[in-house]
């Protein structure tokens, strides 16, 4: 069993960044690859960045390339998320999530076995 704590969303303006923190429990956290997701109001959940379990491969969806930075500390069992140039497009709720196949790429959630409760990411104008 996993369970996955978001924090480090918030508003901020355009052009500016945040670094978005899922601390995980669980001792086999480390064995699991980690994705981060985005919902905004009336539209589905949407694939934003993806990490192996060693951390030596990443994917990002193409709205955020360039931009945003996954990352993980199996020590600490953390993954990271920085956002940088932000835009107001990017305002959502931002999901962690983990899947067993450690190193199996995956962009739906319904691959992913655990999520954590969200953290809201309010970019201005």
């Known amino acids: 069993q996993v369970q996955l704590v978001e924090s480090g969303g918030g508003l901020v303006q355009a052009g500016g960044s945040l670094r978005l923190s899922c601390a995980a429990s669980?001792?086999?956290?480390?064995?699991?690859?980690t994705g981060w997701f985005r919902q905004a109001p009336g539209k589905e959940r949407e694939f934003v960045a993806f990490?192996?379990?060693?951390?030596?491969?990443?994917y990002y969806a193409d709205s955020v390339k360039g931009r945003f930075t996954i990352s993980r500390d199996n020590a600490k069992n953390t993954v990271y998320l920085r956002m940088d140039s932000l835009k107001p497009e990017d305002t959502a709720i931002y999901y962690c999530?983990?899947?067993?196949?450690?190193?199996?790429?995956?962009?739906?959630?319904?691959?992913?076995?655990?999520w954590g409760q969200g953290t809201q990411v309010t970019v201005s104008s």
């Open positions: 669980g001792r086999t956290f480390s064995s699991y690859a």
């Open positions: 999530s983990a899947k067993r196949g450690g190193s199996d790429y995956a962009t739906k959630p319904y691959e992913y076995d655990y």
């Open positions: 990490i192996t379990w060693s951390g030596g491969r990443t």
